[in-house]
């Protein structure tokens, strides 16, 4: 009795939560304007609305630049994005058992790349660029993960979310536009023959926070569909709300494009009376004096290099002596772009204007571009690297392609984003210390320098596995051994191959003394 009660109040609900939601809708529509308008439409729009083409294209080609330089770096392919690791308290009971340690970096390892490949197999780049760009432009996205299929996007105009202050999740709600020939069986017929098949339904899906889990049902018409009650847990919601900036106290975040809205617009602004400008300007118009001798007529049948009897006087172009208006015109949309060029990370903005670049400034420029992505970077890997790494697991042990694992033994670790931000800074920090090290010379560098633990902190500053790679100290220490041993051979081959003309002489003459005492 309590879910129905709870699902006959979800359309209610959702109607009283979209007033919240009203003015980040509005934001996100008017980024969308000077962006891709297709990305975010206005309200009403369908499959055969006709959007208008912003007359800039720095705003969608920064947009796309930007979600796919984060797509990339939150999702890299061929290449891990997080590592398994062990509690402290299991680590503690393996103690110094080196073989066990390494069984089970090993079957880590086996299951990082069995999560890796799920991800492959069920393209989850391709909806994930999708919220991305949701995110960037909107700032907000909702990522649906169900047991089975790909993940699903809801933009923001599909959903809505409460959240208490400290940012943690209460309440979702979303709302779809469904067939009645797409429900299930149990919610046609409680729908009876008296509906429209022709006609879409508002389908909403509840999902709240209770005591230790979440409680999810959904509704149509005001009637909780049977069989749709259930429940997750807190740690595996298949429901991810996901927000571009946190603010404490709003319940949905704020888009990047919100942040540099000013610009774009007056970018548009600017494109549109430079181009509208130069359209006027370019067209050709004659004049033709209305006391003159010359008739319009005349001018306007005579082929291309005819003689025809007027003067030049009466004759004239229109001209548009707009100019310099258009050159500041100009000159302030390039500044603008430049500013955008940057704020989107495109190539463009790493080079400086100048004949001689060199490649540490570029290193540098594309460092501190990088560098800005940081928080964005803090956000995502919480709010949607771990709950993806968490459910995807999940997926796989119920389909039996991993193992049962021991409950809140395995922690993922993000080993992208934040974390490579700060490997980078690292790299360099160690190349700019071996080359201020160069001067000294390469005995001094290589008696002062502990060249295994540089190799070791520069694989690590690359992001590598150098188990395996780099020899181990047992492996030195048997090579210095037997190099010793060798070279201990060689000073007794060496003592020897002195010795042996000595020794022959003395065999010699003694052998000769002897021949002569016996004859």
């Known amino acids: 009795m309590e879910e129905q009660s709870i699902a006959a109040s979800v359309a209610n609900r959702y109607q009283q939560l979209e007033t919240y939601r009203t003015s980040f809708l509005q934001r996100a529509r008017e980024g969308a304007l000077v962006t891709i308008p297709s990305l975010f439409p206005p309200e009403g729009s369908s499959g055969f609305t006709t959007f208008p083409t912003p007359f800039q294209s720095i705003g969608a080609r920064g947009l ?24 402290d308290a299991t680590l503690a009971e393996l103690g110094q058992n080196e073989t066990a340690k390494g069984e089970i970096e090993e079957g880590l ?25 949701q995110l960037v432009l909107a700032g907000n ?25 400290s940012g943690n999740i209460l309440e979702i709600i979303t709302k779809e536009s469904v067939s009645p020939l797409m429900l299930p069986k149990a919610a046609q017929e409680l729908l009876g023959e008296t509906s429209d098949n022709n006609k879409s339904l508002d389908l909403y899906t509840y999902v709240k926070r209770d005591t230790g889990k979440w409680t999810v049902v959904q509704e149509i018409k005001g009637q909780p569909i049977p069989g749709s009650q259930g429940t997750y ?34 970018l548009e602004s600017l494109s549109k009376a430079i181009v509208e400008g130069s359209a006027a300007s370019a067209k050709v118009l004659f004049m033709v004096s209305p006391n003159g001798t010359t008739k319009a007529r005349t001018l306007a049948q005579a082929p291309n290099g005819a003689i025809v009897q007027g003067a030049a006087q009466d004759v004239s172009t229109l001209r548009v002596e707009k100019h310099n208006d258009f050159r500041v015109a100009l000159d302030a949309s390039t500044k603008i772009e430049e500013r955008m060029a ?17 490649a540490e400034e570029i290193r540098y ?29 999940q997926r796989l042990e119920s389909t039996g392609k991993l193992p049962k694992l021991p409950k809140n033994t395995l922690k993922p670790q993000i080993t992208t984003g934040m974390e490579a931000l700060g490997r980078g800074h690292d790299l360099n920090k160690l190349s700019q210390f071996l080359q201020g090290l160069q001067p000294l010379g390469p005995e001094v560098i290589q008696s002062e320098l502990n060249v295994a633990d540089y190799i070791d902190r520069l694989g690590a500053s690359l992001g590598l596995d150098t188990k395996g790679l780099i020899k181990s100290d047992e492996q030195r220490q048997q090579e210095q051994q037997a ?37």
Request: glycine residues 8%.
């Open 64 to 87: 796309n630049h930007l979600s796919s330089k984060l797509l990339v770096a939150l999702l890299p392919p061929n290449a891990p994005f997080f590592r398994l690791t062990l509690d």
């Open 109 to 133: 390892a086996r299951i990082e790349r069995t999560v890796m490949q799920e991800i492959e197999t069920l393209a989850l780049r391709v909806p994930f660029f999708e919220a991305l760009k």
């Open 141 to 165: 996205a909702l990522v649906y993960m169900p047991k089975k299929g790909g993940i699903r996007i809801f933009s923001l105009d599909r959903y809505v979310v409460k959240r208490d202050a």
């Open 233 to 266: 847990p807190l740690d595996k919601n298949p429901f991810i709300p996901l927000r571009f900036n946190r603010i404490d106290g709003e319940d949905y975040g704020r888009g990047f494009i919100e942040e540099y809205i000013g610009d774009l617009q007056s």
């Open 342 to 358: 940057y704020a989107f990370m495109l190539n463009t903005a790493i080079q400086r204007n100048g004949e001689r670049v060199t």
């Open 365 to 393: 420029m594309a460092q501190e571009l990088e560098g800005g992505l940081g928080g964005l970077y803090s956000i995502l890997s919480q709010e949607f690297q771990l709950p993806l790494i968490t459910l995807l697991m």
């Open 483 to 519: 190099m010793a041993q060798q070279s201990d051979d060689q000073y007794q081959r060496d003592l020897a191959m002195k010795a042996a003309p000595g020794v022959s002489k003395e065999m010699g003459g003694a052998l000769k003394e002897q021949m002569m005492k016996q004859g």
